[in-house]
């Protein structure tokens, strides 16, 4: 990124406990322009450390608490109600819930259906209505239902992160006013770069998902100084002005998850 123009950016989805030398690596991202960072939890081990982090780098992370979908076949209902409990003793101190979700992959059903996704799903939902918390939801191959139980629970702000869906629920997630984001693989992934291209720059965020590994010929794991990657891609796609999506996209994030930051 040196010699790159620097715009002021949110990562609004980073799994921060997933990374080695975070010190470093929250460093880089500030050089890069990165000003705020969105730590989303996935389990309850991740989500104490989402805590922790946030609290050593207090006004740069900012935690989010969730229960992925992937978890769940590795916990019985009281294991679930734990997670449950967790999350709302600590919600005051979070900006969102998440991540959460549903996934219909084939190898995730098998491992967790999609009648027990949906459950937790709605018990999750019902954590950020009650406490007016945005969501962060995971869809992947659960567009429809995902978007369906979003809107039953009266969700004011919920974000479909990484979207790869069809674009008639793209359309309904754009009419409820919800947004989708932005990851790297805007750079190359058909799905998700259709996405992004019909999605207006008011629904818009951008993320990494860091540590996820990016690329198709060239791999690299991912860091939040990756997220210049997803705004380039994006204005690209959009033939858009890559400092005029920043702005929009930053201020967009600051509204979204009610951060405490000054533009």
Same mark, same amino acid.
């Given at each position: 990124?040196? &010699?790159?123009?620097?715009?002021?950016?949110?990562?609004?989805?980073? %799994?921060?406990?997933?990374i080695? !030398?975070?010190?470093? $690596?929250?460093?880089?991202?500030?050089?890069?322009?990165?000003?705020?960072? $969105?730590?989303? &939890?996935?389990?309850?081990?991740s989500?104490?450390?989402?805590?922790?982090?946030?609290?050593?780098?207090?006004?740069? $992370?900012?935690?989010?608490l969730?229960?992925?979908?992937?978890?769940?076949?590795?916990?019985?209902?009281?294991?679930?109600?734990?997670?449950?409990?967790?999350?709302?003793?600590?919600i005051?101190?979070?900006?969102?819930?998440?991540?959460?979700?549903?996934?219909?992959?084939?190898?995730? $059903?098998?491992?967790?259906?999609?009648?027990?996704q949906?459950d937790?799903?709605?018990?999750?939902?019902?954590?950020?209505? +009650?406490?007016?918390?945005?969501?962060?939801? %995971?869809s +992947?191959?659960?567009?429809?239902?995902s978007?369906s139980?979003?809107?039953?629970?009266?969700?004011?702000?919920?974000?479909?992160h990484?979207?790869?869906?069809?674009?008639?629920?793209?359309?309904?997630?754009?009419?409820?006013?919800?947004?989708i984001?932005?990851?790297?693989?805007?750079?190359?992934?058909?799905? %998700?770069?259709?996405a992004?291209?019909?999605?207006?720059l !008011?629904?818009?965020?951008?993320?990494?998902d860091?540590p996820?590994?990016?690329? +198709?010929?060239?791999?690299?794991?991912?860091?939040?100084?990756?997220?210049?990657?997803?705004?380039?891609?994006a204005?690209?796609?959009?033939?858009?002005?890559?400092?005029?999506?920043a702005?929009?996209?930053t &201020?967009?994030?600051?509204?979204?998850?009610?951060?405490?930051i000054?533009?």
């Amino acid at each position: 990124m040196v &010699g790159c123009k620097l715009y002021r950016l949110i990562d609004t989805h980073a %799994h921060l406990e997933e990374i080695e !030398s975070l010190d470093l $690596v929250l460093e880089e991202a500030k050089e890069n322009g990165v000003i705020a960072i $969105v730590a989303v &939890g996935s389990d309850y081990q991740s989500n104490v450390k989402t805590l922790e982090i946030s609290q050593k780098y207090c006004s740069f $992370v900012y935690p989010a608490l969730g229960l992925h979908p992937w978890q769940l076949a590795n916990l019985g209902p009281s294991q679930l109600n734990d997670n449950l409990q967790f999350i709302e003793r600590n919600i005051v101190t979070t900006v969102a819930v998440g991540e959460i979700g549903l996934d219909y992959d084939k190898r995730v $059903v098998k491992a967790a259906s999609k009648e027990l996704q949906k459950d937790a799903l709605k018990h999750l939902l019902d954590l950020a209505k +009650r406490y007016d918390k945005p969501a962060i939801i %995971h869809s +992947r191959y659960a567009w429809k239902d995902s978007f369906s139980l979003a809107a039953r629970a009266g969700i004011d702000k919920a974000v479909f992160h990484w979207f790869t869906g069809f674009s008639s629920v793209l359309k309904d997630i754009i009419t409820s006013g919800y947004f989708i984001s932005a990851t790297p693989a805007a750079e190359y992934h058909e799905e %998700h770069r259709r996405a992004v291209k019909e999605a207006p720059l !008011s629904s818009l965020l951008l993320e990494t998902d860091c540590p996820v590994t990016y690329g +198709r010929e060239i791999k690299y794991k991912s860091k939040p100084a990756d997220v210049v990657r997803s705004l380039k891609a994006a204005a690209q796609l959009k033939g858009a002005d890559e400092g005029i999506l920043a702005e929009q996209t930053t &201020g967009n994030a600051i509204d979204f998850f009610a951060l405490d930051i000054m533009l």
